[in-house]
């Protein structure tokens, strides 16, 4: 049965850090604002959507993360409804772990390489926002340096 944990959870992390890295990249493009179009007037407005856009577009892929768990652990038996499963993959997921649902002893260790997955996934996604919120520090100081002083080299 490790065989076919293993396997399970190494199917579970692939797949989950692929749809991470493809919804990472579909936020960046949303995100990045070319310097020629940041500044006037609409400018913190359009920071503040931007900002507030990929922080909700990093739940909504988290909770894709989520529910593919609670989805895999309803077809494999290892819980017995998906409220209860859905409960236990996000508690798992974001290591809260509450400890009121347990998986079958038999699935025990996918439930934590799922914490260990929620982990990184959600530190890549911090690293993600941190750097998004940067960039948009970095240009609001040049457009706010260009509109006093001219363009800055």
Do not use: C, K
Not at 17 to 39: K, M, N, Q, T
Not at 51 to 64: C, M, P, R, S, Y
Not at 70 to 83: I, T
Request: proline share 2%.
């Amino acid at each position: 049965m490790l065989a076919i944990q293993l396997a399970f959870s190494t199917v579970m992390v692939v797949a989950t850090v692929i749809v991470h890295l493809v919804g990472l990249l579909l936020l960046f493009r949303i995100v990045d604002v070319p310097e020629s179009v940041a500044g006037g007037r609409g400018a913190i407005l359009g920071d503040v959507a931007r900002v507030t856009g990929a922080a909700l577009g990093l739940f909504v892929l988290h909770t894709i993360e989520i529910w593919a768990y609670a989805f895999a652990y309803v077809e494999l038996g290892a819980l017995n409804s998906f409220e209860t499963a859905l409960y236990f993959s996000i508690g798992t997921y974001v290591t809260i772990g509450y400890g009121d649902v347990l998986l079958d002893p038999a699935w025990r260790i996918s439930g934590a390489i799922e914490g260990a997955n929620g982990v990184i996934l959600l530190g890549w996604s911090t690293a993600f926002l941190i750097s998004t919120v940067s960039r948009l520090r970095v240009l609001e100081r040049r457009w706010g340096a260009t509109s006093r002083t001219g363009p800055v080299d």
